[in-house]
């Protein structure tokens, strides 16, 4: 008899078959439900980012049952806020983050980030530095783990100082003499960044600082922004943009070295962190440069401010253990990858100093000897102000900048601006 | 008398036409230099290498021809697989949201029915709320919908935007009532006016119509960020964006893709330029 | 009832049943991906949400606050300067183009592929290019100018010139879309037309006011509604070339809904600015469309 043909997916054998690719099936489902998502800013291909991938291979192979999957987006969005609060607010976010210091604040007092104290046990602690500890520190827990500090300094060209017959300025009058000087070379004294943002404001900081003067108290409760030394920090910038020491427009922010007229030869300063060593090694070889810390009023103590990422774990992840023991093992386990990410990867410091020990021999060479001796023990970390905060003192520099408002008035505004702020915030 | 040149009436004239070419003319020169300068600046600029991108002050034509530059784009991110996406959805999207379009467009211009005012006044003012207010709010229906991740949600939120509605509807009350009235009376329902009347004479808005909509789906930048996440889903628009850093930009990279990533929409534009001439020689007539 | 009004009924129901079935695909498309995010952003405007923990209940207290804040009046303000010059000189010139390009005349296909070159890169790209134009020192407009003597200008860097020249980038980046869009409108007036009147003896000024202009009333009116509205809504441009600044000086106010919802986290206070500014948009637009009502033929 003519067999039918729809029996033929009834026949045993089919029946164990089928049951089989159902199973197979499910694998990927189960594995999807353990994979931790790790959002990162960047491109694939760039070789930091290619360093990050080969770790998450690496614990992939060792740590069968917990995978983890690394992601690039675009760093504009990344960092403007666009991507994470969308995801967030639509409860789809990633498992692992990086935050900065702004986005720290907001995201832990929004319940977002979990609680990974238990991370830093004593030992642990130890081996930070107090000031990366406090910056991730909210109500006496951790929530974020950090693991990159670049100062900033100021960015010289001796030849070009050379040729215009100055020395390196020590204070905020011989730098504004020497810009005077500079300019009627028909060179670009300085460069500072001239578009507004966490940028601009993270680069203004230190002068802010070198006058003793900030913009709250250290609890964020109170504003102290409204005073003289404050009124000198913004004048200073004041003089510097009208006064023509400093391009009032940049093609690219100034943190892109190459991109700036320093990079070209054609600046002999600019106000910028550790990042540009390495920019400027393979990018514009031909330049002469050195680092100096930045120049201060007359009489006080050198101070500046280091940035870096934190890596922070979203508190709605499925897989909270699994997502901080990826975590401490990127970066509290032994000194291996904090070092690689440091020294090979990229050039920055680490908040560990048995990772700084570690990697002594890399931070004994010229530039980086000068930025791990003078300057990084002077570094403050960056604030952790939300954007709002960020955007009122930015609009106080930007007034003084390109409105020629005076210091104090621009002071005195911002005071009442952020007075406003922090009692609503809370 | 022979041989004097006399000046007539159509001479005068001869001579006005022929200055107002020469102006003609001369504008169109200006502005095409206007027009073409930052493409250019972009073409020469992808040229260029890493430093010489960047030179202060700049240099115009590139010292060595980095047509590397070119192959890093490709190799450096999956290229090809995000021009594919773009591609798929921009067609797709185009071809879809015209046939939608027309359709509605040619009832909001031409058939009579209650609350047709109310309804195009509420469909024009979708075009008023900025898009960043309804990123969040979209995003959760598509997500709920399942669609993260997949060409769905590139391609099924792109289709329905009032633009191409509007911009047809005006066209639809310009053409002469006549031929449609005709048909009309010859008994032909409002359909069959709308398939063999309206929507052949609507070809060079079509044309126009398909091109806006092709590019600007090639374009779309951010819904495409937020509603896909794996690399194999990523559209042109991203590729470009990822050689922007935290310290550095590849601008030379930047440049190169955007390059690429012009000329399709170029190619449509001059292919359907043809095609809207053929238009002309149709409406032109009565 | 009259035997020849029954067809007619019928005839009529055939008429508006055909409209609503030819509306509905776009319409509940609409439905589903504009007027419910709206109507839900509209619900997220009476509350107070950082997109991380739950919302808060507000009523019209964000509409209440925002009546009270400089800063999104100083946007309002700015916002509505950019397009009181940007819509009319966009206007002037894609139609001017326009005309320019459909005469019969050689080698004027190639100019209108030139001219539409600016639209088919993306808004960011043509941004960071003129960004550089613009720059002080190597920007290529300050070389132009200095070729006839005058000093190099800050532009986007200063406070008076950088909406103007934000300006000028928008309209260099639409006047091709435009130009396009009156391009198709012209070629729908009839040639017989334009004979006509040649034949009554008028010249190009005179066809141009009594012919042209009128019947391009419907064109007319999308492009303005549209550019008004594009305007009222300009971002990706004023982001990448001054992120609202000079200090402040191109604070749009499509760039104050962005901070304010994506950085500062005030999602709720956020829409409800959103939705001001849609009213805004909206009462603009209706009044366009009562100057400009357009006839039928």
């Keep these: ?426 | 008398m022979s041989g004097i040149p006399t000046f007539t009436a159509s001479t005068n004239k001869r001579l006005y036409r022929r200055l107002s070419n020469v102006l003609s003319y001369s504008i169109c020169g200006v502005v095409a230099l206007i027009t073409a300068t930052p493409f250019v600046w972009m073409a020469l600029g992808s040229l260029k290498n890493a430093t010489e991108v960047v030179e202060y002050p700049p240099t115009f034509l590139p010292r060595q021809f980095a047509w590397n530059n070119y192959v890093e784009v490709f190799t450096s991110v999956p290229f090809l697989r995000y021009i594919f996406n773009s591609f798929l959805v921009a067609s797709t999207v185009t071809l879809v949201a015209l046939l939608f379009h027309s359709m509605a467009a040619y009832s909001l211009a031409r058939l009579r029915y209650p609350g047709r005012r109310i309804l195009f006044l509420v469909i024009i003012s979708t075009l008023m709320i900025p898009a960043s207010i309804t990123l969040i709010p979209t995003f959760i229906i598509v997500r709920s919908l399942g669609w993260l991740d997949t060409y769905w949600a590139l391609i099924v939120p792109a289709l329905f935007n009032a633009f191409g509605i509007f911009l047809l509807r005006q066209f639809y009350l310009s053409l002469p009532l006549e031929l449609e009235e005709a048909a009309r009376i010859d008994g032909a329902s409002p359909a069959g006016v709308f398939l063999h009347i309206a929507l052949p004479l609507s070809r060079p808005i079509l044309a126009t119509l398909a091109v806006f909509f092709w590019l600007a789906n090639w374009n779309n930048y951010l819904w495409p960020l937020i509603v896909t996440q794996s690399p194999e889903m990523r559209v042109i628009q991203l590729g470009i964006a990822s050689f922007a850093g935290e310290h550095s930009t590849q601008w030379q990279l930047i440049m190169a893709s955007s390059t690429v990533a012009a000329v399709p929409g170029l190619i449509l534009y001059v292919f359907l330029q043809n095609f809207l001439i053929e238009g002309i020689k149709m409406t032109g007539i009565k | ?297």
Excluded at chain 1, 310 to 320: D, F, H
Excluded at chain 3, 227 to 237: E, G, H
Aim: charged share 15%; proline share 6%; with cysteine.
């Design chain 3, 1 to 297: 009832m009259n035997v020849s009004s029954r067809p007619r009924l019928v005839a009529r129901h055939i008429e508006a049943i055909t409209g609503y079935l030819f509306l509905l695909p776009d319409l509940l498309g609409l439905l589903i991906f504009l007027i419910i995010p709206i109507a839900y952003a509209f619900f997220i405007s009476l509350h107070d949400w950082n997109a991380l923990s739950p919302m808060r209940w507000n009523g019209l207290d964000n509409y209440v606050k925002l009546l009270s804040d400089t800063q999104f009046w100083a946007s309002l303000k700015i916002t509505a300067i950019y397009t009181l010059i940007y819509v009319p000189v966009l206007y002037v010139i894609s139609l001017g183009l326009a005309l320019l390009v459909n005469q019969r005349l050689s080698f004027l296909r190639f100019f209108r592929t030139i001219f539409f070159v600016p639209v088919v890169l993306s808004l960011v790209v043509s941004s960071l290019m003129w960004k550089y134009i613009f720059d002080e020192r190597a920007g290529l407009l300050n070389f132009l100018i200095g070729l006839i003597g005058i000093p190099p200008q800050a532009w986007l860097g200063s406070v008076e010139l950088a909406l103007p020249s934000i300006i000028i980038v928008s309209v260099w980046i639409q006047m091709g879309y435009f130009m396009v869009i009156f391009i198709a409108g012209l070629q729908d007036i009839p040639r017989d037309y334009y004979e006509a009147a040649r034949i009554d003896g008028a010249n190009r000024v005179q066809m141009f006011f009594w012919i042209t202009l009128p019947l391009l009333k419907p064109t007319s009116l999308f492009v303005i509604v549209i550019s008004l509205i594009a305007s009222f809504q300009v971002f990706d441009q004023v982001w990448v070339m001054t992120r609202g600044g000079p200090s402040r000086a191109t604070q749009v106010t499509a760039v104050y809904i962005y901070q304010q919802a994506f950085q500062y986290l005030n999602l709720g206070y956020g829409s409800a600015v959103a939705f001001v500014l849609f009213v805004v948009i909206l009462g603009c637009s209706l009044i366009q469309f009562r100057l400009l009502r357009s006839t039928q033929s």
């Design chain 1, 1 to 426: 008899m003519k067999q039918n043909p729809t029996n033929k997916m009834n026949h045993p054998s089919m029946k164990r078959l089928k049951s089989v690719i159902f199973g197979l099936c499910l694998i990927p489902l189960v594995c999807l439900g353990q994979t931790i998502q790790f959002w990162k800013f960047g491109s694939a291909s760039d070789s930091a980012n290619q360093g990050l991938a080969k770790w998450v291979d690496q614990w992939n192979k060792e740590n069968p049952g917990k995978q983890v999957q690394i992601r690039f987006f675009p760093f504009g969005e990344y960092m403007d806020g666009t991507l994470l609060t969308t995801a967030f607010a639509s409860g789809s976010g990633p498992d692992i983050f990086w935050a900065s210091p702004g986005t720290f604040l907001q995201y832990a007092k929004g319940g977002v980030l979990a609680d990974i104290s238990d991370l830093f046990t004593p030992e642990a602690k130890q081996d930070f530095s107090k000031a990366s500890i406090d910056a991730i520190t909210v109500d006496g827990k951790q929530y974020a783990m950090p693991f990159e500090q670049e100062p900033v300094a100021l960015l010289y060209n001796p030849e070009l100082l050379q040729k215009a017959g100055l020395q390196i300025p020590k204070t905020w009058d011989e730098l504004l003499a020497a810009c005077e000087k500079l300019k009627a070379a028909n060179l670009v004294p300085i460069v500072i960044e001239p578009q507004p943002g966490a940028y601009q404001n993270f680069t203004w900081y230190p002068f802010l600082w070198q006058t003793g003067a900030d913009v709250t108290d250290p609890e964020m409760t109170k504003a102290t922004f409204d005073s003289p030394g404050t009124a000198k920090a913004l004048d200073l910038w004041r003089t510097l943009i009208q006064k023509g020491y400093a391009p009032r427009t940049a093609s690219d922010i100034t943190a892109n070295v190459i991109a700036t007229p320093f990079g070209s030869g054609q600046a002999a300063m600019q106000v910028v962190g550790m990042w540009a060593i390495q920019q400027l090694q393979s990018g514009a070889p031909k330049i002469k440069f050195d680092f100096t810390p930045l120049p201060t009023p007359t009489g006080s103590n050198p101070v500046t401010v280091y940035g870096g990422w934190n890596q922070a774990i979203s508190a709605k992840s499925k897989n909270l253990a699994v997502a901080k023991e990826f975590t401490a093992w990127m970066w509290l386990k032994g000194t291996e990858r904090p070092v690689e990410w440091c020294t090979k990867l990229n050039s920055k410091f680490s908040p560990r100093k048995s990772v700084l020990e570690a990697a002594k021999s890399f931070y004994d060479q010229p530039y980086l000897n000068t930025f791990r001796d003078v300057i990084l023990p002077t570094a403050r970390a960056e604030p952790r102000y939300p954007a709002e905060l960020v955007k009122i003192v930015g609009d106080s520099l930007q007034a003084a900048m390109f409105r020629n408002t005076p210091g104090a008035e621009a002071a005195a505004e911002g005071q009442k601006q952020i007075e406003t702020f922090l009692k609503s915030n809370q």
